[in-house]
């Protein structure tokens, strides 16, 4: 697109403009140039913000970006999402050398084998994978709190089935070597169980 | 000093309000139909069990709210970003938009998956609200202009050029290539230059199993192609600062590249492609799309006879 901006709809009238036309967001002002009132007519002081007020306002935004640039630089190098929406940007940073399918299952107390669903506790399918990757982890590693999460999970799914509660809920994890189609798979099952 | 009037000059660049205000419909009318037709299901969220809610820091402090109040954030906000993206009361519109669109996107964040596809759209609102987006295209504009011509005062015109303007599209633009060379960062910070090869891309094509993806990830070179591909287009948005062809190459790169992560991927940039139009001329863009209607339809309008 062109850089020269319009100029047609100026009053005849206009007074001295405090900057020039110029191009768009490549180029940048002269130094001190205040740049805002091009255009303005002598009769429209009112309706500009007061020349001192301004200078504060835009030393208080430039403080503010200032701060934003540093925090989300910090963000950035840490690599953190917690901070978010001031945050890093690592999603699939991490070497991997296997592909993982998990599922989880519950025996209810009539017997029932129920395979437990992301929607039944109100998750997306990607919200309910980050809660297992706390049982266990991509690679099969069993996580300190796997146990307690697991025993947490069951008890939310028995309270949505106080009917048929279960006595029994099992993650089974499937991991698959990369790449892809590379033969061979290990299975890791961690179990609950109603005591 | 000197440094201190180049961090002005680069960050407050006095551009046209029409820019911003077109922009502004942009950013608004995304949130707009992101929350009013994709993100409604957030409500149910209040329901869900406290075990999953590991709320992001910001959230931390805030107590989470039940489904009917969290039923009144999503009326308030759908409300606001509709005066917002038509320009009625458009600054305090934006003020109630803004915090309330990062809450509402914050608390399903908080349920164990952080995305960053609404990242610039959160950061858009905010910056809109803080530079003079309603100076144009605006209900506010219309009125302005009504209430002078009936004064018989001074008509303020759209021509008008702003620091702020200015700001809210470098923040924008800096948040746009600080989001990619970050990525990369963290890429070649935790794996090195052999995350190219290092199976993260085929097993997320695996994980979220689109049909695309489970075609390709028989093909291990591919993959390793489009790595590297990933690799060195976010490692050097920085060229998106250059004008011109240079720009607008990577910018088509960049989008091919983010209709790729939606097919082969399933996941969304479309907040963080809209805001590439922080980099360009929008104001003339506008004056050329008008120009262009109007030989459309002067062309299309039945030629008047001359009589003799």
Request: net charge positive.
């Given at each position: 697109?062109?850089?020269?901006?319009?100029?047609?709809q100026q009053p005849p009238h206009a007074p001295q403009a405090t900057s020039r036309p110029r191009g768009g967001t490549g180029t940048l002002p002269d130094p001190g140039d205040q740049g805002a009132t091009v255009g303005a007519p002598a009769g429209a002081e009112h309706q500009l913000r007061p020349a001192a007020g301004r200078r504060w306002l835009i030393a208080l935004v430039s403080t503010a970006t200032a701060i934003w640039l540093a925090a989300q630089l910090?963000?950035?190098?840490?690599?953190?999402?917690?901070?978010?929406?001031?945050?890093?940007?690592?999603?699939?940073?991490?070497?991997?050398?296997?592909?993982?399918?998990?599922?989880?299952?519950?025996?209810?107390?009539?017997?029932?084998?129920?395979?437990?669903?992301?929607?039944?506790?109100?998750?997306?399918?990607?919200?309910?994978?980050?809660?297992?990757?706390?049982?266990?982890?991509?690679?099969?590693?069993?996580?300190?709190?796997?146990?307690?999460?697991?025993?947490?999970?069951?008890?939310?799914?028995?309270?949505?089935?106080?009917?048929?509660?279960?006595?029994?809920?099992?993650?089974?994890?499937?991991?698959?070597?990369?790449?892809?189609?590379?033969?061979?798979?290990?299975?890791?099952?961690?179990?609950?169980?109603?005591? | 000093?000197?440094?201190?009037?180049?961090?002005?000059?680069?960050?407050?660049?006095?551009?046209?309000?029409?820019?911003?205000?077109?922009?502004?419909?942009?950013?608004?009318?995304?949130?707009?139909?992101?929350?009013?037709?994709?993100?409604?299901?957030?409500?149910?969220?209040?329901?869900?069990?406290?075990?999953?809610?590991?709320?992001?820091?910001?959230?931390?402090?805030?107590?989470?709210?039940?489904?009917?109040?969290?039923?009144?954030?999503?009326?308030?906000?759908?409300?606001?970003?509709?005066?917002?993206?038509?320009?009625?009361?458009?600054?305090?519109?934006?003020?109630?938009?803004?915090?309330?669109?990062?809450?509402?996107?914050?608390?399903?964040?908080?349920?164990?998956?952080?995305?960053?596809?609404?990242?610039?759209?959160?950061?858009?609102?905010?910056?809109?609200?803080?530079?003079?987006?309603?100076?144009?295209?605006?209900?506010?504009?219309?009125?302005?202009?009504?209430?002078?011509?009936?004064?018989?005062?001074?008509?303020?015109?759209?021509?008008?050029?702003?620091?702020?303007?200015?700001?809210?599209?470098?923040?924008?633009?800096?948040?746009?290539?600080?989001?990619?060379?970050?990525?990369?960062?963290?890429?070649?910070?935790?794996?090195?230059?052999?995350?190219?090869?290092?199976?993260?891309?085929?097993?997320?094509?695996?994980?979220?199993?689109?049909?695309?993806?489970?075609?390709?990830?028989?093909?291990?070179?591919?993959?390793?192609?489009?790595?590297?591909?990933?690799?060195?287009?976010?490692?050097?948005?920085?060229?998106?600062?250059?004008?011109?062809?240079?720009?607008?190459?990577?910018?088509?790169?960049?989008?091919?590249?983010?209709?790729?992560?939606?097919?082969?991927?399933?996941?969304?940039?479309?907040?963080?492609?809209?805001?590439?139009?922080?980099?360009?001329?929008?104001?003339?863009?506008?004056?050329?799309?008008?120009?262009?209607?109007?030989?459309?339809?002067?062309?299309?309008?039945?030629?008047?006879?001359?009589?003799?």
């Open positions: 697109m062109s850089n020269i901006p319009s100029m047609r910090g963000a950035g190098l840490a690599m953190t999402v917690q901070s978010w929406p001031v945050a890093g940007f690592p999603m699939f940073s991490e070497r991997r050398t296997v592909a993982d399918q998990r599922w989880i299952e519950v025996r209810t107390r009539a017997g029932r084998i129920v395979t437990v669903r992301p929607g039944e506790f109100g998750l997306t399918a990607l919200q309910f994978l980050n809660y297992q990757r706390g049982i266990v982890g991509d690679a099969g590693m069993v996580k300190p709190k796997g146990a307690a999460r697991l025993g947490r999970l069951a008890a939310i799914w028995n309270r949505q089935h106080p009917d048929d509660p279960a006595v029994s809920m099992t993650l089974t994890l499937l991991v698959r070597p990369l790449p892809y189609g590379t033969p061979g798979e290990s299975r890791q099952v961690i179990r609950w169980s109603a005591s | 000093v000197s440094l201190v009037r180049r961090w002005q000059a680069f960050w407050f660049p006095a551009v046209p309000v029409r820019r911003v205000a077109v922009f502004r419909v942009v950013m608004t009318g995304y949130a707009f139909f992101d929350v009013w037709l994709v993100s409604g299901f957030i409500s149910r969220y209040a329901h869900v069990d406290e075990a999953f809610y590991k709320p992001l820091l910001f959230l931390r402090p805030l107590p989470r709210l039940d489904s009917g109040l969290t039923s009144a954030v999503y009326a308030v906000l759908v409300v606001s970003l509709a005066l917002a993206l038509v320009g009625c009361f458009t600054r305090p519109a934006l003020w109630i938009a803004a915090p309330l669109y990062l809450w509402w996107w914050g608390t399903y964040y908080s349920f164990g998956a952080v995305h960053h596809g609404r990242l610039p759209v959160v950061v858009a609102l905010f910056v809109l609200a803080v530079a003079p987006s309603g100076g144009a295209y605006s209900v506010d504009w219309l009125r302005s202009r009504r209430r002078a011509a009936r004064g018989g005062a001074w008509q303020p015109t759209a021509e008008r050029r702003d620091e702020l303007a200015g700001w809210a599209l470098r923040v924008m633009m800096v948040l746009v290539v600080g989001a990619y060379v970050l990525a990369a960062y963290a890429k070649l910070r935790v794996t090195g230059p052999s995350w190219v090869t290092s199976g993260a891309l085929e097993a997320v094509m695996i994980r979220n199993g689109t049909p695309a993806a489970m075609l390709l990830v028989r093909h291990v070179w591919l993959i390793e192609a489009m790595a590297a591909l990933t690799l060195l287009l976010e490692a050097t948005a920085w060229l998106l600062f250059f004008r011109g062809r240079i720009r607008d190459a990577y910018v088509v790169a960049a989008v091919l590249f983010h209709i790729g992560t939606l097919v082969f991927l399933n996941i969304s940039f479309l907040g963080l492609v809209a805001a590439y139009l922080a980099f360009y001329d929008l104001e003339v863009g506008v004056d050329r799309a008008r120009a262009w209607l109007r030989r459309l339809t002067i062309g299309s309008a039945p030629q008047e006879l001359r009589l003799r």
